[in-house]
């Protein structure tokens, strides 16, 4: 049925192909699996833990959270704010079903999150809502908060990942370099404070996935 005809999704966005997917999880545990293990994370394990606790299963911590996908708009039903008009836009109508590449640059982890940064091309940015970054301080340019959630903490909602992304870019955006932590074969890793842990990927992971609305 067309759009107008039935109600809005709880949001639109790329859902990635479920071979790729698997690929991305695995990932995804190799990097928690040797993070819980470096000299430079267990230096900051009070952020993880809260108290003196000597190690941490990252693997554990994390929850997974379902299909993975990158959201575009969140909808809620059509009671988010500019939903309306976003399931309007002729790209979204266009492009609706179509199939994509994204291109996954870097993962991230914060005590509250885990998830992996999307790196969209000009193409893929007529897709992503004007008001995504709004949430920030920083003014960051569009398509900075776009991500893929690869888990929660217990008793954390997904929609925190996006927030703790735009946390660490708008502290590089406001020239915080960061520590450099380690260089793991994945990429180099780098500490911002706070529990807050970025891995540039070495080789960016091409990701098929197509663009599509969940209802839930
Ligand atoms: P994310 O895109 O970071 O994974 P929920 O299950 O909590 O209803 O969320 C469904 C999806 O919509 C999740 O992917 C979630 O976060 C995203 N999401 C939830 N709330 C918002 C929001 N207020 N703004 C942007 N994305 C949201």
């Given at each position: 049925a067309p759009l107008e005809e039935v109600d809005l999704p709880l949001f639109f966005g790329w859902f990635l192909l479920s071979s790729v997917q698997e690929k991305v999880r695995c990932t995804s545990m190799d990097f928690l699996k040797t993070l819980d293990t470096l000299e430079a994370f267990k230096k900051h394990l009070v952020d993880f833990?809260?108290?003196?606790?000597?190690?941490?299963?990252?693997?554990?911590?994390?929850?997974?959270?379902?299909?993975?996908h990158c959201t575009?708009?969140?909808?809620?039903?059509?009671?988010?704010?500019?939903?309306?008009?976003?399931?309007?836009?002729?790209?979204?109508?266009?492009?609706?079903?179509?199939?994509?590449?994204?291109?996954?640059?870097?993962?991230?982890?914060?005590?509250?999150?885990?998830?992996?940064?999307?790196?969209?091309?000009?193409?893929q940015l007529k897709l992503w809502p004007a008001d995504a970054e709004q949430s920030s301080a920083a003014s960051?340019?569009?398509?900075?908060?776009?991500?893929?959630?690869?888990?929660?903490?217990?008793?954390?909602?997904?929609v925190q990942t996006g927030?703790?992304?735009?946390?660490?870019?708008?502290?590089q955006q406001d020239g915080q370099q960061g520590e450099p932590a380690e260089e793991m074969e994945l990429g180099s890793l780098t500490y911002y404070g706070e529990g807050?842990?970025?891995?540039?990927?070495?080789?960016?992971?091409?990701?098929?996935?197509?663009?599509?609305?969940?209802y839930g």
């Open positions: 833990t809260g108290k003196a606790e000597n190690e941490v299963d990252l693997e554990q911590y994390f929850k997974p959270t379902g299909a993975l575009t708009k969140f909808c809620n039903y059509g009671k988010a704010e500019g939903a309306k008009e976003y399931a309007e836009n002729p790209a979204v109508r266009a492009l609706y079903g179509s199939a994509f590449e994204l291109s996954l640059t870097a993962l991230f982890v914060t005590p509250r999150t885990v998830g992996a940064r999307v790196s969209l091309t000009d193409e960051l340019p569009p398509g900075s908060r776009a991500h893929i959630t690869l888990g929660c903490a217990e008793g954390v909602e997904p927030v703790d992304l735009l946390e660490i870019l708008a502290l807050r842990w970025l891995l540039n990927l070495r080789e960016p992971i091409g990701a098929p996935a197509c663009f599509s609305s969940f």
